[in-house]
């Protein structure tokens, strides 16, 4: 087991791969993100992340925070940067790989608590633009805690893992913008052969969330900490009251957006860097958690020109890849790339035992695909939808994964209209939604097993198919050809009555003959007599709906 981990200027996260599954873990209080602060007592041991935040206000400098901006800094200028704690320098000095080691040893034992095992091997992120002293820094510190660090991973290209980018296909460019609490950077990917590479880099180490808040607190004239609480609220609602005070979205807007405005540079640059335009983007996504703002969203999308991908928490999201990273050294993500791709299509049942494929096999996985459908029969109040699987032209042919009933309003043939969407998850669960567009009614129903059929299943279903793919196409293309016979005899019918006495004895006798061989067709099953004896009707009947137009024209004159 290797556990991937997060090592933030704020917050720290550790996970690790469950059943396939990228986990975080979680601390005692259920807590996933450990802010990373460190609070050393006059006598006993340090203390490590909420907890250490708490005691800020009461020893300001005894908790130190944001010590990731020292990893790899000469003894000079952490003296320097230190300022406001002693901790740091003087003669007996923690080094800023000591600390950060205390914050990986909280990690180590939350994640060996909440799996009850040992686990002594991790993976470790840092941002992009660490050097190499930095990076060595940073695995000095995972030893320290009592890890054998397996990798340095950077943090955008964690990032990439866990928003799947793997799957957008070779020599995709994605660019990965994440605003922490006090630093930002933004870094363009190159896939290539399955692997990112950074291609450039670009940003400000001092420029985050703390200073949002810090803005927030000047013009709301209350404490940093309090500024902050309000800016979360803010990123879900519009306003927010507090202590007697109201606070509008609009607002910390306005007090936000020249600090914002300030990344725009370095994401032209770092994609001038890497010799490309916006346009060359597959992707943009979003890491750090102050991009859960609406404001920096839409920041974002203007200056990209597309919307970022936000299928992930951003403040997780390099944690989740750091996980994804360690199972792919320890070997357990092979089973996760088994998932990725659905192993067989699937559909509904249509008109005819037809079956509509709505997710084609091998599709990526997530992912999402709807169609609309009508009301094969005037006045019908609903619809039975049945989920299949497989790859055959019959739905009777496929595997059932389910059915329900849709209700809808009771409306001419083909006017009803029904709206279905299946979505897979990653965990390769199937959610079926189906809608109805006149009432905007929804029913929903989960498929649990849709992908977890064995190889030897798909096999069979694959071989299956291509075995009958002559007969199934056969079979495909005559019930296409009964619904139009369904269809056509009724309208002939009628049209011959409304027309009366304009058509003919010899043309009505023609027309029941052509009918009968149409009905016969039907009967014997036959595809090829089916589709000749419909398509002579259809010309047959072409004088008919002539006269039937110059008479309803007539009627209106
Ligand atoms: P880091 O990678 O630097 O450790 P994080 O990704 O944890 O940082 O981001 C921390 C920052 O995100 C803080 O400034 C915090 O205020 C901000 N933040 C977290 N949640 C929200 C939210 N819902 N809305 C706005 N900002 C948020
Ligand atoms: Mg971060």
Known sequence: MIVGIDLGTTHSLAGTMQSGFPILVADESGERLTPSAVYFPEAGVPVVGWEALEMRAHHPDRVITSVKRL?????????????????????????????????????KSDTERSLGIEVSRAVITVPAYFNDTQRAATKRAGELAGFTVERIVAEPTAAALAYGLERLGDNSKVAVYDLGGGTFDVSVLHLSGGVFEVLSTNGDTRLGGDDLDASLAKDWNVLPRVADGIKRELSSVESVERDGGVYRRAELETICRPIIERTRKHCIRSVADAQL????????????????????????????????????????????????????????????????????????????????????????????????????????????????????????????????????????????????????????????????????????????????????????????????????????????????????????????????????????RALEDLMDDVRLACEDRSTSRLKKSLAALDEATQPLATQLIEKAMAGTT
């Open 71 to 107: 990893m790899g800094a000469p003894a000079g200028e952490i003296r320097k940067l230190a300022g406001q704690t002693k901790l740091l320098c003087g003669g007996n000095a923690v080094s800023p790989e000591k600390i950060s080691a205390l914050i990986l040893k909280k990690l």
């Open 277 to 508: 335009s916006m346009s060359d983007l597959s992707a943009v996504v979003l890491v750090g958690g102050a991009t859960r703002m609406p404001l920096v969203r839409a920041f974002v999308a203007e200056v990209f020109g597309r919307e970022p991908d936000t299928s992930q928490h951003p403040d997780e999201a390099v944690a989740i890849g750091a996980a994804i990273q360690a199972g792919i050294i320890s070997g357990d993500v092979q089973n996760v790339t088994l998932l990725d791709v659905t192993p067989l299509s699937l559909g509904i049942e249509t008109f005819g035992g037809l079956m509509n494929v709505i997710i084609p096999r091998n599709t990526t996985i997530p992912c999402k695909a709807g169609e609309m459908f009508t009301n094969a029969v005037a006045n019908q109040a609903g619809m039975r939808i049945s989920v299949l699987q497989g790859e055959r032209e019959m739905a009777r042919d496929n595997w059932k994964l389910g059915e329900f009933d849709v209700a809808f309003e009771p409306l001419p043939k083909g006017r009803a209209r029904v709206g279905v969407q299946f979505e897979l998850d990653a965990n390769g669960l199937l959610h079926v939604l189906a809608r109805d567009t006149a009432t905007g009614k929804d029913t929903v129903v989960r498929i649990d097993s849709a992908v977890e059929v064995s190889d030897e299943a798909v096999e069979k279903m694959l071989g299956d198919s291509l075995e009958h793919a002559f007969e199934d196409m056969d079979e495909r293309v005559f019930s296409e050809a009964c619904l139009k016979a369904d269809e056509m005899l009724p309208a002939v019918v009628s049209a011959i009555e409304a027309l009366g006495d304009s058509v003919s004895q010899d043309e009505r």
